[in-house]
C-alpha cells in the first residue's frame, strides 16, 4: 500500500518505472525522483542537502540504472553529504586518472622539452629519473608516493 503524505517512502514500483508515466517528476522518498521528460525519457535525480544548500544529482538514466539501484545509490550519496561531504566532488575524484610516477615523467618530461637551452639538459634530465627513480617507484601512482619513497633517494644519491 502507498504511503501518503509529503515524502512517500519506496513510492515508486518497477512496474510503475517501466510504463510511460506522463512527463513530470515522480517522488519515491528521501529526495529520490523518478524524471520523465517531454521526450519520454526518464532519469533518476536525487534532491539532497549538500554543506547547508539544496542540491540535485543525477543517478542515470532508467535504462543503465534500476530503481534498486538507483534506492542503493542515493543512500549513498546522502550519507556522505550527511557526514560533511560533497557527494559531487567525490563523484569526480573517482573519474579522475592519476597517472604512474613513470607517466609523469614523461608527460613533463614531453611538456618542457622545448624550453631546455640545449637538447643535452633534457636527455640528461630524462636519464637521470628514469635510471634512478622510475626504475624503483615507476609503477606507483603519483598520488600514493610518500615522504619515504623520495627520501629513499636523497639518502642513497644525495
Known sequence: MKSKGKHPHNALTSVKVRQSPDQGRYADGNGLYLVVDPSGAKRWLLRTIIHGRRGDMGLGGVQLVTLAEAREKAQHYRKIAREGGDPIVEIRKSRVVV?????????????????????????????????????????????DLTTPDILMFSRRFG
Open 99 to 143: 597517472p604512474t610516477f613513470a607517466e609523469a615523467v614523461q608527460a613533463v618530461h614531453a611538456e618542457h622539452l622545448q624550453t631546455w637551452k640545449n637538447k643535452k639538459h633534457g636527455a640528461q634530465w630524462i636519464n637521470t629519473l628514469t635510471e634512478y627513480a622510475v626504475a624503483t617507484i615507476g609503477g606507483k601512482r603519483v598520488d
